[in-house]
């Protein structure tokens, strides 16, 4: 008995993303998997009486897009109508920052709080003009004296908090800023209102925070706007006990029972990975298992292919532009190296710690994506990784460094002879190219996200949007890695580390589900995988990579049915 399809897409360029690239011309598909790909005439053979056939005249299909480092839950509760949008172009200036803070402040009861995401220096007019360096708390507490304010830049690791804030949390000029973290402070040693990494959370940790019932809407609304991009599949890293204190709880353990909720009641129309974030920033090591374990004990009974709690989120290093990453040579502005935000009252203390959050996360028998980005962070990673396999091996642990900014050809060749991976950032590297120049000098900034030598290595490449750093725009990405272009002043960074684009597109589908262990069952479109795929108006392959971003999503199908059409 023939057995028809329920849903033929044809007439297209069909990317399979399977081993051998192959580009079909329609794609057929049955109870939510991928029956069949090929020519037009011998897929056409499945179309029967209750068959929905679509004519693609031409247009791309691609695998559901797989964001593979995407913070789901901060990037909804931190969207709009849950906090006010400080990114560019919503923001160019201090003086906008100033206004958006005025306007909210006229609309929100005294003593409640503001809060807001997105700023970047790299776009702020008064900085690019050389006449500020950063944002000052004196800037926002003229037209806001009766509202705590609790702003966080686009990076997530550094905030900008009014002095209603600080006296709240009872920082001044004698605080101590906790491990890991940072208190900026004038000439009088006074705050100036900026916290970055571990010090952030002595304000964050007593805003208020939403609901829970808000906080799962966020996540809801974050998913459906997720599908209207193409995206069907994320890494949520680091949700847990590490996370209470972020984005107003955001990154709490409970955010997991929401996405349990939301696979119970049928709306998560995303399949999610999730990293557990059992420890904070300084926090000891002697507290992970233990959180870990605790964690695990909590977690409900889902479907895996919906949402599966895989790994382990630690913290190594901040971030480059705030020269808080672990760097071998000193940062120009500051002649800095920055540091681990681990816990430890010294360098090495610090290098020992995190080799043993590492050993404990490889014993426990779980993956670790470890948030790295300086050159020296990534070193002592990579040999903790391996350390930690030579005292107990496993065959299959695939651990990861995150971001790897600054990582050299012999630790991605280590990470690759390994089976472990680097999941890169290209968004971010557009956006901040201009400002890193001026941060670790243009040679070292070229190199910054080595894309082509990371695909060249043999280890797990995959690339990421890293939201809500950047917006979850993966046609960016792609673009990103395919010219190397600087968003603010068009020029190229690095070009030697451009890749084309299977490269860029492995790095969105199949190589993004290696890193969660699903690449047997979704990541390519080949019979018997899931039906998660994407429509796009055009073919990316027949499009100036310039001009990518030009693209628009008009179908995508999620088990194989419509969780997103363009009207």
């Given at each position: 008995?023939?057995?028809?399809a ?41 179309i ?6 679509v ?12 964001d593979?480092?995407l913070?789901?839950?901060a ?5 709009p109508?849950y906090s ?6 919503a ?6 920052i ?6 909210a ?6 003593g ?6 997105g ?7 008064e ?13 926002i ?5 009766d ?25 001044d ?12 402070r004038d000439?009088s040693?006074?705050?100036?209102g ?14 208020p925070?939403p ?9 809801a ?9 193409g ?12 996370g209470?204190g ?7 353990g ?14 998560l ?6 990293l557990?974030?059992p ?9 992970l ?5 605790e ?16 790994g382990?989120?630690?913290?190594a290093d901040?971030v ?7 760097m071998y ?11 681990l935000?681990?816990?430890g009252?010294s360098?090495?203390?610090q ?32 040999d ?10 496993r ?6 460094v995150i ?24 968004g ?9 120049d001026?941060v670790?000098?243009?040679?070292l ?8 030598s990371a695909?060249?290595s043999g280890?797990?490449?995959c ?12 046609l ?34 199949t ?6 262990f ?7 479109l ?20 310039e ?10 199908l ?10």
């Open positions: 008995m023939m057995e028809f329920d849903t033929v897409l044809r007439g297209g360029r069909v990317y399979t993303l399977d081993e051998g690239f192959t580009v079909a011309q329609a794609i057929a598909l049955r109870d939510g998997a991928v029956l069949a790909t090929g020519g037009d005439d011998e897929v056409s053979d499945l029967g009486p209750g068959t929905r056939v004519e693609l005249a031409g247009r791309a299909v691609l695998p559901g897009i797989d593979s480092h913070h789901g839950a990037w909804g509760i931190g969207s109508p006010l949008d400080l990114s560019y172009p923001v160019r200036s201090i003086a906008e100033v206004e958006t803070v005025r306007g402040a006229g609309t929100t009861t005294p409640d709080w503001i809060v807001g995401q700023w970047d220096v790299g776009y702020l007019r900085c690019l003009d050389g006449e500020r360096a950063i944002p000052h708390r004196s800037d507490d003229g037209v806001s004296p509202h705590p304010v609790c702003l966080t830049d686009f990076s997530g690791h550094m905030v900008l908090v009014n002095s209603a804030a600080l006296r709240l949390a009872g920082v000029r004698d605080t101590v800023a906790p491990a890991g973290g940072v208190i900026d000439e040693g006074e705050p100036t900026i916290l970055r990494e571990g010090a952030q959370d002595l304000v964050q940790s007593i805003i925070r609901d829970y019932e808000t906080r799962k809407r966020a996540i609304d974050a998913v459906r706007r997720l599908n209207a991009l995206i069907t599949a994320y890494t949520e890293p680091g949700l847990g006990p590490g209470e972020v984005l107003g709880g955001a990154l709490g409970d955010a997991i029972r929401a996405y349990e909720e939301l696979v119970a009641s049928g709306e129309t995303a399949r999610v990975s999730v557990m974030l420890l904070a920033m300084g926090e000891t090591a002697d507290r298992e233990t959180r870990v374990r964690q695990q004990a909590g977690l409900g009974e889902t479907d895996p292919r919906l949402l599966n709690v895989i382990v989120k630690l913290f901040g480059p532009p705030n020269e808080t990453a672990y040579e000193p940062y120009g502005p500051s002649q800095g190296h920055g540091a935000c681990v816990h009252a360098e090495p203390l290098e020992a710690e995190l080799r043993r959050a590492i050993d404990a996360v490889h014993r426990l028998g779980l993956q670790a994506g470890v948030h790295v980005t300086g050159d020296h962070g990534i070193d002592i990673t990579v903790a990784f391996v350390e930690a396999n030579e005292r107990h091996p065959d299959d642990a695939r651990h990861y971001h790897g900014d600054f990582i050299s050809d012999e630790r991605l060749a280590q990470l690759g002879e390994r089976g472990y991976g680097v999941n890169m950032n290209p971010i590297k557009a956006q901040i190219t201009d400002l890193m001026s670790v000098g243009e040679e900034s070229a190199r910054q996200w080595p894309t082509r695909a060249e280890a797990t490449f690339a990421s949007s890293d939201a809500p750093v950047t917006a979850p725009d993966w960016a990405g792609v673009a990103g890695m395919m010219t190397r272009r600087s968003k603010a002043t068009g020029r190229v960074s690095g070009p030697e580390q451009r890749v084309g684009l299977e490269t860029a597109l492995r790095a969105y589908t190589n993004a589900a290696r890193q969660s699903a690449e047997r069952w979704r990541g390519s080949e019979p018997g995988k899931v039906a998660d795929l994407v429509v796009l108006d055009g073919d990316p392959a027949s499009v100036d990579p001009r990518l971003t030009e693209l628009r999503v008009d179908l995508t999620f088990g194989g049915a419509p969780v997103y059409e363009r009207g």
